[in-house]
């Protein structure tokens, strides 16, 4: 399923055109929301694909942003270590991207499954249920999957190459900004996000970065912007960002 999110381009066309004579192929057309919305925006348009086959017989689900390439063996070999994993709910690739005329990988901890590229096992699925339309999604699914008992992971020998960078609609400074929001409505531990600013002061953009991060976290705390309502995820996240800051074992291993 290929979901068109109300595109001002050409992209619409072109999925009909490719769509066209491909029995397992459908295109949903959205109509433009006039704006944007961080997290909730990409989920709503993933719910509205996802609508279209909820009720076949699935084994794995993939959310795919349009923007990717990869090996012609990329789910081949993403469905073999599923296979011999069995107690894996969430996987993908490593992604890279093009950044000042180099390709570089965007780093993560390896139990982070880049929002871009997720394949998940529906037993994960359904112990998740679903995705949450907020910003963090990416990062909630995956903790609400080890609650359930599932482990999740970035394949290093799968690359995934990402050709429009991640925040790059938004620039630096609001992307970092747009991250320490993520931070505040995912429920992060205030210590966690303060040990993360720190440490992202020494990555290029040097301070910025940072500051960005920090500025979104304080906003949405003056702000009393509302936070995910599932407390006993957020008291599970707090205790492993804890952990990891105590130098004990945690989902971020």
Not at 135 to 149: N, R
């Amino acid at each position: 399923v290929i979901v068109d999110d109300g595109s001002t381009d050409e992209t619409g066309r072109i999925a009909d055109n490719f769509a066209r004579g491909v029995r397992w192929l459908q295109v949903v057309h959205r109509v433009d929301r006039g704006f944007r919305e961080a997290g909730g925006g990409v989920i709503e348009a993933f719910d509205d694909g996802f609508a279209h086959i909820a009720m076949l017989e699935w084994d794995f689900i993939v959310k795919l942003d349009g923007d990717l390439s990869f090996g012609p063996r990329y789910f081949e070999t993403l469905l073999d270590l599923f296979e011999n994993e069995p107690s894996l709910g969430i996987g993908g690739g490593d992604v890279y991207s093009v950044k000042g005329g180099a390709v570089e990988l965007e780093r993560q901890p390896r139990f982070h499954v880049r929002g871009a590229t997720k394949m998940y096992r529906r037993a994960c699925w359904e112990a998740v249920g679903g995705l949450l339309r907020a910003p963090g999604w990416d990062t909630l699914d995956e903790v609400k999957a080890h609650m359930a008992g599932f482990s999740t992971r970035s394949f290093p020998q799968l690359r995934v190459m990402q050709h429009k960078p991640t925040g790059s609609a938004d620039g630096t400074w609001r992307n970092a900004v747009k991250n320490g929001r993520a931070n505040w409505i995912a429920g992060y531990h205030p210590l966690f996000v303060t040990a993360k600013c720190t440490r992202r002061i020494f990555r290029r953009p040097y301070f910025l970065g940072a500051l960005g991060v920090l500025t979104g976290f304080v906003q949405g705390y003056l702000s009393q912007t509302p936070q995910v309502e599932d407390r006993e995820l957020i008291r599970y996240l707090r205790r492993q960002q804890i952990n990891k800051l105590m130098l004990r074992p945690t989902i971020w291993r």
